[in-house]
């Protein structure tokens, strides 16, 4: 049984700032599981057991080597997209976290290319197919 193949999945996603106008994100590598060669936030599946919060915590710690400052609930987006001509159901909750910009680092170099940061002003063109839905949804809170 695989998540979000065999039965919906439930993951976060989550939107790290500065404070002052500036958010992280990855470009993702040959070995992520999709959407190789782009840029997105981080995120994760919720393992057993694990609340949304502890989540996002662990998710930052390993792709980041950051800790969450603070850690603000945004919503849920359900997203349906195909991996490898598979569809795909995942519920993603998504998060606001303050981050320390002198913690960020690629702490996943086997997973994500590099590490970047960025405004609303000077997004890539090549972000993942969930992203710009994501900002859309939630940017009047993400400042």
Same mark, same amino acid.
């Given at each position: 049984? !695989?998540?979000?193949?065999? =039965?919906?999945?439930?993951?976060?996603?989550?939107?790290?700032?500065?404070?002052?106008?500036? $958010?992280?994100?990855?470009?993702?590598? !040959? #070995?992520?599981?999709?959407?190789?060669?782009?840029?997105? &936030?981080?995120?994760?599946?919720?393992?057993?057991?694990?609340?949304?919060?502890?989540?996002?915590?662990?998710?930052?710690?390993?792709? =980041?080597?950051?800790?969450?400052?603070?850690?603000? *609930? &945004?919503? =849920?987006?359900?997203?349906?997209?195909?991996?490898?001509?598979?569809?795909?159901?995942?519920?993603?909750?998504? $998060? !606001?976290?303050?981050?320390?910009?002198?913690?960020?680092? #690629?702490?996943?170099?086997?997973?994500?290319?590099?590490?970047?940061? *960025?405004? $609303?002003?000077?997004?890539?063109?090549?972000?993942?197919?969930? &992203?710009?839905? $994501? &900002?859309?949804?939630? !940017?009047?809170?993400?400042?």
């Amino acid at each position: 049984m !695989k998540k979000g193949h065999d =039965y919906i999945g439930v993951g976060v996603t989550f939107f790290c700032h500065d404070g002052a106008g500036r $958010f992280v994100m990855g470009r993702r590598s !040959k #070995n992520a599981r999709d959407e190789h060669h782009r840029w997105d &936030l981080g995120g994760g599946g919720i393992e057993f057991g694990e609340s949304a919060e502890d989540t996002v915590r662990r998710e930052i710690q390993e792709e =980041y080597g950051a800790e969450a400052k603070t850690c603000e *609930f &945004l919503g =849920y987006d359900d997203v349906h997209r195909e991996q490898d001509g598979d569809p795909t159901h995942w519920i993603s909750l998504g $998060f !606001k976290v303050l981050v320390d910009p002198s913690e960020i680092r #690629n702490a996943e170099p086997h997973m994500c290319d590099e590490v970047r940061w *960025f405004t $609303f002003d000077d997004l890539p063109e090549d972000v993942h197919s969930q &992203l710009p839905k $994501f &900002l859309e949804r939630h !940017k009047k809170r993400l400042g």
